[in-house]
């Protein structure tokens, strides 16, 4: 089992930064493919950005690119998320998840085997 804590999140007028955190407690002793996903209302969950257990193999979504940054500090099993110059479109509520098997980053959400609770991002005009 693998607990997943998200925090960071809150209201933030555009063109601002906010930084969020995952914090992964239980089985760690193996580091995982690490995601960022969000869900805006009405709308499917969708990939933001996915880090490889080395940190070494990025990817971020081409909505984020040049703006989010996707990082891990494996000795303190936490993910983080970089967010700079936050547009309204992306409110959402933001999850972190791990894919336990995979050895590449990969953007489809149902691959991902544990999920945090999310935390709420508001971007006000």
């Known amino acids: 089992q693998v607990q997943l804590v998200e925090s960071g999140g809150g209201l933030v007028q555009a063109g601002g930064s906010l930084r969020l955190s995952c914090a992964a407690s239980?089985?760690?002793?193996?580091?995982?493919?690490m995601g960022w996903f969000r869900q805006a209302p009405g709308k499917e969950r969708e990939f933001v950005a996915g880090?490889?257990?080395?940190?070494?193999?990025?990817r971020h979504a081409d909505s984020v690119k040049g703006r989010f940054t996707i990082s891990r500090d494996n000795a303190k099993n936490t993910v983080f998320l970089q967010m700079n110059s936050l547009k309204v479109e992306d409110t959402a509520v933001y999850y972190c998840?791990?894919?336990?098997?995979?050895?590449?980053?990969?953007?489809?959400?149902?691959?991902?085997?544990?999920w945090g609770q999310g935390t709420q991002v508001t971007v006000s005009s």
């Open positions: 998840a791990a894919d336990l098997y995979s050895r590449v980053v990969v953007t489809t959400h149902r691959e991902y085997d544990y």
């Open positions: 239980g089985r760690t002793d193996s580091n995982y493919v």
């Open positions: 880090i490889s257990r080395s940190g070494l193999s990025i």
